[in-house]
C-alpha cells in the first residue's frame, strides 16, 4: 500500500497550492479520503474530507470556503486545492485513507507547507 503525497511548497500569504495524493495497492474508490496537517509543537488535525465516491465533503472550521478537496478515481488520486492560503496554514499536510467496511486505514509520510513571506 502507498499513498504519496506531493505538491507542497513555499508559498506567500493569499498564495494558492495544490497537493496531490496518488495511492497503490488498495481499492481506492472503497476508501473515504482524508487530508490532515500537522504544525511543529500542534497535534493533527483534520483539513477535509471525501466519501468513497466523492459525493460528499467535509472540511475543518479554518479551512472552509478556502480549501477543496477532490478524488479522481481513474487516478486513484485525491487531490487539495488550498486558495488564499495564510501563515497558519504551515504545517507537513498528510494523506489519510480509511475504510470502515475493510477496517483499515492508511497513512502517507506527508508533505511540507509554508506559507511565508
Known amino acids: 500500500v502507498q499513498l504519496v503525497e506531493s505538491g507542497g511548497g513555499l508559498v506567500q500569504p493569499g498564495g494558492s497550492l495544490r497537493l496531490s495524493c496518488a495511492a497503490a495497492?488498495?481499492?481506492?474508490?472503497?476508501?473515504?479520503m482524508s487530508w490532515y496537517r500537522q504544525a511543529p509543537g500542534q497535534e493533527r488535525e483534520l483539513v477535509a474530507v471525501?466519501?468513497?465516491?466523492?459525493?460528499?465533503?467535509n472540511y475543518g472550521d479554518s479551512v472552509k470556503g478556502r480549501f477543496t478537496i477532490s478524488r479522481d478515481v481513474a487516478k486513484n488520486t485525491v487531490y487539495l486545492q488550498m486558495n488564499s492560503l495564510k501563515p497558519e496554514d504551515t504545517a507537513v499536510y498528510f494523506c489519510?485513507?480509511?475504510?470502515?467496511?475493510?477496517?483499515?486505514?492508511?497513512w502517507g509520510k506527508g508533505t511540507l507547507v509554508t506559507v511565508s513571506s
Open positions: 495497492g488498495f481499492t481506492f474508490s472503497r476508501y473515504y
Open positions: 471525501t466519501t468513497s465516491f466523492g459525493d460528499s465533503t
Open positions: 489519510n485513507a480509511y475504510s470502515g467496511y475493510y477496517g483499515m486505514e492508511y
